[in-house]
């Protein structure tokens, strides 16, 4: 039981990487900060199927092994605050049990965004605030579409640890 | 019962997706209300402001010791080139506003457009 959790969870952290990668060669239009979030499937899925913990393991293990990889030296702490804020909120929507995989995924995706626009402030000052409504706008889209797939996922995995 | 709450969560997601859309365009709205044209860009590494000049006098300027290039004309400013492979800072354009700011998280150097009719000469960069 306990060999197959390992496992289960090092292919969570795996497929998450993989999926950053895949993510890092669509290109970017342009404003920092807007991106599809690939990898919050894996987190979401693991939210639900393993528990919070793991889930939280799972996305700050990708964040840091993923800046270490491909990322440049102020990456780790954007991603690291975006990953934070967005593991917090999702894990206490869905403990709430009111709302479905697409909310705790648009959820997750704006306070994302939130996060990184929150260490840019910290970062660089205040005026990095003017790219807030365009970042909720992506971080809502890209939530629904992820939130989506991740529900599906979800759905039509059967693992039992 | 259980389509019922499935879908009752399913209004609830609807809900939350409509708030958030609604929140981004009061919050694009209540900034482009407060938006006047900009005098002069700041630039600051690290949030320490560097150097500043007037959008009104077009020129050519290396950023952080030629890490980005920043360019002003037609009374607008945009960084033409940087060291960075993605070129992010490059891509997000031309800006005017009193603060619209251009960021460039590799060198964590921000261009910043901000208010007030420039003094004349602010700095003289030699």
């Keep these: ?161 | 019962m259980k389509d019922f709450f499935a879908d009752r969560k399913r209004r609830a997601d609807l809900l939350v997706i409509g708030a958030l859309l609604l929140l981004a365009l009061v919050l694009y709205l209540v900034i482009g209300a407060t938006r006047t044209e900009g005098g002069v860009a700041v630039v600051r590494v690290d949030g320490v402001e560097t150097e500043r000049h007037a959008l009104s006098a077009d020129g050519t300027y290396p950023l952080n010791g030629g890490s980005n290039i920043l360019v002003i004309g037609d009374g607008q400013a945009w960084l033409s080139d940087a060291n960075c492979p993605d070129l992010l800072c490059v891509r997000q354009g031309k800006i005017h506003y009193t603060g619209q700011s251009i960021i460039c998280l590799p060198n964590r150097l921000t261009v910043t457009v901000e208010g007030g009719e420039s003094d004349g000469v602010d700095f003289v960069v030699g």
Aim: charged share 10%.
């Design chain 1, 1 to 161: 039981m306990k060999t197959k959790k390992i496992t289960v969870l090092a292919m969570c952290v795996a497929l998450a990487m993989i999926l950053s990668y895949v993510e890092s060669l669509i290109p970017s239009p342009g404003i920092p900060g807007v991106k599809l979030g690939l990898a919050n499937i894996v987190v979401i899925f693991a939210l639900y199927k393993l528990g919070w913990k793991e889930a939280a393991g799972i996305s700050l293990l990708r964040v840091f092994l993923v800046s270490l990889l491909f990322g440049h030296a102020a990456s780790l702490m954007y991603s690291a605050s975006g990953a934070v804020l967005s593991l917090a909120g999702m894990i206490l929507l869905k403990r709430t049990d009111r709302l479905g995989c697409v909310a705790v995924s648009v959820i997750g995706g704006v306070l994302h965004n939130a996060g990184q626009i929150l260490m840019a402030w910290l970062l660089m000052g205040p005026n990095v605030v003017y790219y807030l409504p365009v970042l909720v706008l992506s971080g809502t889209v890209a939530g629904v579409a992820i939130g989506a797939v991740s529900a599906l996922i979800v759905k039509r995995v059967d693992l039992k640890i």
